[in-house]
């Protein structure tokens, strides 16, 4: 049975949005040839990257590797197009390394992000149970109690907010009680 939480989302996205990035800049080498991606492309790439690593990471696969594929093979997708967006691109279709590259990448990359997902669960597992066996809890950590003592200030709010304090004469005594008067 799954967690309802699942604390390998965030390990699928940076994965997603890594490979993503990192395919898409292989492939257009072995397709696009000697020219590297200017800085413009490359900032966009990294930012489209980013925003598929939060979506993956917010979204829970349904289907094991093959929707990790589907993500993989969205994710390269609109990395080539983000390459494809700088002022010195001159190919617009993929060569058909470039497509074998993608091709290839999106299986294993699929297979190698669920098998760190299943690594991880694991791990967390084992480091539950023996902290279990153990017999140590997470306990949380608490405030000190408050302790009250003679405050002088107390003492002086009590005399601001007597009636005995009138607008015109003299003020009127008022009677401090014994244990607001400080020692």
Request: charged fraction near 15%; hydrophobic fraction near 50%.
């Given at each position: 049975?799954?967690s309802?939480t699942?604390?390998?989302?965030?390990l699928?996205?940076?994965?997603v949005g890594a490979?993503?990035?990192?395919?898409a800049?292989?492939?257009?080498?072995?397709g696009g040839?000697g020219?590297?991606?200017?800085?413009s492309?490359?900032?966009?790439?990294?930012?489209?990257?980013?925003?598929?690593?939060?979506?993956?990471?917010?979204?829970?696969?349904?289907y094991g590797v093959?929707?990790?594929m589907g993500?993989l093979?969205?994710g390269q997708g609109i990395?080539h197009?983000?390459?494809?967006?700088?002022?010195?691109?001159?190919h617009?279709a993929?060569?058909?390394s470039?497509?074998v590259?993608?091709?290839?990448?999106?299986p294993?990359?699929a297979l190698?992000?669920r098998a760190?997902e299943?690594?991880?669960?694991?791990?967390i597992?084992s480091?539950?149970?023996?902290?279990?066996?153990?017999?140590?809890t997470?306990v949380p950590?608490?405030r000190p109690?408050r302790?009250?003592?003679?405050?002088?200030?107390?003492?002086?709010r009590l005399?601001?907010?007597?009636?005995?304090i009138?607008?015109r004469?003299?003020p009127?005594?008022?009677?401090i009680?014994a244990h607001?008067?400080?020692?």
């Amino acid at each position: 049975m799954q967690s309802p939480t699942d604390h390998t989302a965030r390990l699928r996205g940076a994965a997603v949005g890594a490979a993503s990035g990192a395919v898409a800049i292989f492939a257009h080498g072995l397709g696009g040839g000697g020219m590297a991606p200017d800085g413009s492309a490359l900032a966009l790439l990294f930012a489209v990257c980013a925003v598929i690593g939060v979506v993956v990471a917010s979204v829970r696969p349904r289907y094991g590797v093959a929707s990790v594929m589907g993500m993989l093979a969205a994710g390269q997708g609109i990395g080539h197009i983000a390459l494809s967006m700088s002022m010195g691109h001159h190919h617009h279709a993929m060569s058909p390394s470039m497509l074998v590259a993608h091709l290839v990448a999106i299986p294993f990359g699929a297979l190698a992000i669920r098998a760190a997902e299943a690594g991880m669960r694991r791990a967390i597992t084992s480091v539950r149970r023996f902290i279990l066996a153990l017999g140590i809890t997470a306990v949380p950590a608490q405030r000190p109690a408050r302790t009250t003592s003679v405050d002088e200030r107390a003492a002086v709010r009590l005399l601001l907010v007597s009636p005995a304090i009138a607008r015109r004469g003299p003020p009127e005594r008022t009677r401090i009680p014994a244990h607001l008067v400080p020692a």
